[in-house]
């Protein structure tokens, strides 16, 4: 499943969303544009067993990785997620508090993906975390807004069905803890960060559930 566009204006400008559109942009330019792009990625990304929790200067890596990305593929797909989902979360949590929900998940993120491959020397990159802790909050303030949304037939054409936000989000999750349990096996081979895409949308889901209970302000309108 692939979504193309969700049936749910924003109130407000995402100023956020943009800005890390723009800042996630210019680092993948300065990655693709180094001397020596493995150095670079080396240098910035998380690579677990470069991680020393008694030095603090190991730990930046846990923010400098979800800036980065690995290709083509793998960042306009994150952008364009976080594209369609994060103005509306951003316009719940305000501009202030949703890049620090942005920051935060994608550092949990990152450190579940940690626990899962302690001492590994592969480096791990990418805004996968932070976007699955988004697509969490959205799944909790906005479970049966429409997603209109891309999937294969059983003819293997393309398809685009108008599905409820809870449906595609729920799916894509399942889908992500059954690749991570199956991924358990060949931790020290790489591959998708499982692990980061559960630890985000997990933390994102469980946050937003707290603020959300503290807060009546309506999310969804009422079924007619």
């Not at 054409?157 to 991924?183: D, T």
Request: glycine share 12%; hydrophobic share 55%.
């Amino acid at each position: 499943m692939f979504p193309i566009r969700d049936h749910n204006p924003s109130k407000s400008f995402p100023v956020i969303t943009v800005l890390i559109i723009l800042i996630t942009s210019y680092v993948f330019f300065l990655q693709l544009t180094a001397f020596d792009p493995e150095a670079f990625i080396m240098n910035y990304a998380l690579v677990p067993a470069l991680v020393d929790f008694g030095n603090p200067a190991t730990w930046w890596p846990f923010i400098w990785s979800m800036f980065m990305h690995g290709g083509w593929l793998h960042i306009i797909s994150n952008l364009w997620f976080l594209w369609i989902f994060g103005d509306n979360v951003e316009a719940f949590l305000g501009h202030i508090g949703f890049l620090l929900f942005y920051l935060l998940t994608g550092i949990a993120a990152s450190l579940v993906q940690f626990f899962f491959m302690s001492g590994s020397e592969i480096p791990t990159l990418g805004a996968s975390g932070a976007i699955a802790g988004v697509l969490g909050a959205y799944l909790v303030l906005y479970p049966r807004h429409k997603i209109d949304t891309l999937v294969i037939s059983f003819g293997g054409f393309l398809q685009k069905l108008q599905i409820p936000a809870s449906f595609m989000l729920g799916y894509w999750f399942i889908i992500q803890l059954f690749s991570g349990v199956g991924s358990l096996g060949a931790a020290g081979q790489g591959g998708v960060a499982w692990w980061a895409h559960i630890g985000g949308f997990a933390s994102g889901y469980l946050f937003t559930q707290a603020v959300k209970g503290n807060n009546r302000t309506e999310t969804e309108p009422d079924a007619g």
